[in-house]
């Protein structure tokens, strides 16, 4: 039975943007829908009017109106949005310049925030964006952010696509080959950066890599190092460099000269994991973002102009380039850089608190660790001016849904979304005016034509399948970089259904809308030919005291595959064959015998990537005796070396 966790109530309903905009619908196309199902079903049965509509309502700036809302609809591939349209990224996102807060930032190590009006934001991009001209730097040059989460970024995000350039970034935590591996594919000419960052106390310096990283990228002309973890960095070891300062013109009052482009011009370069070989350079183009963003922050979240939206993100992940689209809106965007859990568990909470944050976003598994911390954030803060929490990284369970209405606030819109750094966005997220069901995602996004397939490419619902798109959206990535031909592009999501978007996710669409996510579909397991998600034995087995993680993969076994559940054992606990008993008995009770692991080991650590994610496919080869192609994408690759040679897995 689904389990309802919480309503809008009738007056919020009213107020929300969703309304507003079905009204607006109403309005425009003479149509007189009520719910979100029927304007959902809308969009994706007339998309180029539903994107036309977005186009109007997110009030996009653009200095030549478009003479086709969409070309080539039929082709996947092939389809173009809003042609004839130019626009600027940066302009759109500056389109407020009054005294009203655009960022707040605050370091894990700082006693005081960092505020900046939009006044002031304009001036600071209008600075850099006239440095980044008398430099030479021009349409389509790549400028590459090797940065923490903080204003300086964002100003330099800013003022590199007002040009035209292409920004790209990653956090300053990746080692020299896992940065060379990215930005060496795309050749920037500038490079921006921190001396250095912090992370649980401790201070890292990030100066003696960012030199390497100049000697292996020899198109980098300039290194700009932003003072942070010290006022008077010494850069003196790192070639090309120049300070912030100094590189920032003096002049104030400046106007920015934006440069408008097609829809479709790049704005952004985004990587995949990279943990099967070399990451792909994903490029995305500015329109098809911004009016993407649009849709997901007004509609989907609910943001005005009055919000403080806030998500524990780094700048190598694609929720950054999300929550910055935020500006567009007017909204004041909390940045943050540091540990979650540091100076106490509930730092974030704190800040807020302190800081009247009314959107809260964050990852499946910093709710779960949360928890099991035993924090209480509605008791311990005031939370009183939160609506939202959005939830994205990995499937959130039952239990992390339970979690967020008992322990941190009752009325609260509980979102967990899901999308990809693909898309730069999401297929399935909230509705403002819609239920929240345990364990699943509250819809669909508007004009995302998302369906359950299974092997033969037949839709299903209430039934398990590969999540896949059938129409083509704004946000599709315009090309791969360095895939002239598309092959890489096409391979990657085309090459199991024909004209159709396979996104690599094991999902359930329910009869009402809603959709469950049971992990990648790559890492689903089949013992006995029956197909079983990841999510569901991580949402057991870690719900016990006993396991503070886990991970699962299949072994091939005897002309099958049999289920191998690693676990990472909570402080002063071990593996006895009752805690055994226990596992299976909870995984039996809660899911099907099918689920139950044919062998459970104790590990000391799981593997994961700089950006989160359980790799269940890295643990499958080692376990396969197969390499591991890119070990640079994982935060701990050392933690690969306890799955090998498990004499546990010999019999």
Known sequence: MRKLLWEPPEERKKQANMTRFMEFVNKKHG???TTYNELYQWSIENAPAFWEAMWEFGGIIASRP???????FEDMLGSRWFVGAELNFAENLLRYRDEHTALIFKGEAMEEPVRLTCAGLYDQVARLAKSLREMGVTVGDRVAGFMPNMIETVVAMLATTSIGAIWSSCSPDFGVKGVYDRFGQIQPRLLFCANGYSYNGKTYDSLERVAGIVKEIPSIERVVVVPYTGREPDISRVPKAVHYQEFLVAEEGLEIEFTRLPFDHPVYILYSSGTTGVPKCIVHGAG?????????????????????????TTCGWMMWNWLVSSLAVGATVLLFDGSPFYPEAGALWKLAQDEGITVFGTSAKYLASLEKAGVKPGKSYNLSKLKAILSTGSPLPVESFEY??????????LSSISGGTDIISCF????PIGPVY?????????????ESYDPDGKPLINRKGELVCTAPFPSMPVYFWN?????????????????????????????TGGV????????????????????EIYRVVESLPEIADSIVVGQDWDNDVRVILFVKLAEGVELTGQLINKIKTAIRENTTPRHVPARIIAVKDIPYTLNGKKVEMAVRNVIHNQPVLNKDALANPEALEYFKNLSELQS
Request: net charge neutral; hydrophobic share 30%; glycine share 10%.
């Open 516 to 535: 469950i996510i049971y992990g990648r579909s790559d890492a689903t397991l089949n013992p006995g030919g029956v197909r079983i998600g990841t999510a």
């Open 438 to 450: 345990a364990g699943e995602l509250q819809c669909r996004g508007l004009g995302m034509k998302v």
């Open 66 to 72: 478009y003479d086709r809302v969409v070309e080539n």
């Open 404 to 413: 967020v209405y008992r322990d941190i606030k009752e009325d609260v819109c």
């Open 483 to 511: 895939d002239p031909d598309k092959k890489k592009y096409r391979s990657t999501y085309f090459d199991v259904y024909p004209n159709v978007w396979r996104h690599g996710d094991y999902v359930e669409i329910t009869d």
């Open 31 to 33: 149509r007189n829908f």
């Open 428 to 431: 399935a997220l909230g509705n």
């Open 288 to 312: 098809g973002t911004l009016i993407q963003h649009l849709k997901e922050l007004i509609l989907h979240t609910d943001l005005k102009r009055e919000d403080t939206i806030f998500y524990f």
